[in-house]
């Protein structure tokens, strides 16, 4: 027998690495490292090499682009309004989709619920690996989704799998979940990363092969997994994420990567007794809401994809025992926090080296612009003084290096939808502060500066 070749994938990024070693060369995270075997050398090149456009051995024709039919021509809509917007519009012939997510958040009752609205118009395909055929027909029942259209298969070896789909010709497949995918071409065992790799290469060759859509159900551990889902992601064509917080009823779907549209765009969904429903309005849900205003906290305007939507940062700032004291970004990024506390200390005369500093944001979402920058800074310093912000007071403005505010895309529309929500004052870059009176609803304070900023905050 042909000697068996091996690389080695880190599973934090998915990188290929000719020998083993202990730190990854791309991403530098530790031990993330694992075997895979590559198919033995007597069968076709990898698929990893062999996926997608360079499928075929024949010399390939040369075609004038404006021929070619678009794939993106033929969305179709998953039947959930939300999950149609994450996916850019709709799901795109052909097009690979990984949905991630903590187990038990919710993603096979998110692509069940899909799959039995597309199965009305489309032959669908519902492979699982990890539930019963019972189980899943049980959930459809209790979830009173249609299931006249709906086939479903339970079963986890990738060649049967596609030898039932090349007989059932199903125009979209979800498998749930990929981890459970094994191919009998390799040794390792399931679950490996070599198989769930493996696999995932043949569905996506299927995929480009027939124009099916697949959706890939992968399941994200908390230590990154042996075989999470990120090696994959460089496989797909979108990768969207299914997050939200133990105890909180809201889900939020974010694409992560799409090749076929926007990648800021959030889905909003309740979990309830009769599956996920969506949240079509979703502006105020990660409100805390109620109890008086808290020192630490800070409301502001984000615009994730096409929506603003209004969210609570908090932070706490304690003195810390440690020479090197700790500053944890939960939703923000770690080092812009670093980088705003050094404009605080310079430009605001405000000094945290001696204090850990934690800011969150609240409901399990995660804010990516720099328009969270001034709320940051605002909470940081509410905390640090224990007292709160003024009563129904929003904010939002990127902090440049000089302690300069500056304006963000979309401000009127952020104010305006503050002010439906009832409040009464904002605190925003100069430039996006409407003219003098020309805003009623609310007192708009635009300021310049920093220092303009923490005065406006004190009073
Ligand atoms: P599930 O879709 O199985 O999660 P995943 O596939 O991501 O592991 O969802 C499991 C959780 O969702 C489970 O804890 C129960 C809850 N749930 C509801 O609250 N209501 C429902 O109608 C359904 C189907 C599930
Ligand atoms: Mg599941």
Known sequence: MAKSKTAYVCSECGAEHNKWQGQCAECGAWNTLSEIVLESATAAPPASRRSGWAGKLETPKITALKDVRSSEEARVSTGIGEFDRVLGGGLVEGAVVLVG????????????QAMAKMSLTLPSLYVTG???????????????LPMDGLQALAETGIEKILDHAVAAQPKVIVADSVQTLWTDSLTAAPGSVSQVRESAARLVRY?????TAVFLIGHVTKEGGI??????????????????????????????KNRFGAVNELGVFAMGEKGLKEVPNPSAIFLS????????????????GTRPLLVEVQALVDSSPLSNPRRVAVGLEQNRLAMLLAVLHRHGGIVTS??????????????????????????????LRDKP???????FGEVGLS??????????ERLREAATHGFKRAIVAKGNAPKSGAFKAMEVIGVERLSDALEAASE
């Open 289 to 304: 809401g109620g109890s008086a205003q808290q020192p630490g906290s800070c409301v502001m305007v984000t615009r994730e």
């Open 403 to 412: 302690g300069e505010i500056r304006p963000i895309p979309n401000g009127e």
């Open 227 to 256: 075989a999470g889902p990120r090696v994959l992601e460089h496989m797909v064509d979108a990768v969207l994420y299914f997050e939200g917080e133990s105890g909180s009823r809201f889900r939020v779907l974010r694409a992560f």
């Open 354 to 383: 001696d204090q850990d500093v934690f800011v969150n944001v609240v409901g399990g979402i995660r804010v990516q612009e720099t328009a969270a920058d001034l709320p940051v800074l605002l909470a940081v310093l509410s905390s």
């Open 207 to 211: 995929a480009k092969e027939t124009g």
């Open 389 to 395: 912000l003024p009563e129904k007071t929003i904010a």
């Open 130 to 144: 990890e539930e019963s055929l019972a189980q899943v027909a049980g959930r459809a029942l209790r979830l009173g």
């Open 101 to 112: 997510g903590d187990p038990g958040i919710g993603k096979s009752t998110l692509l069940l």
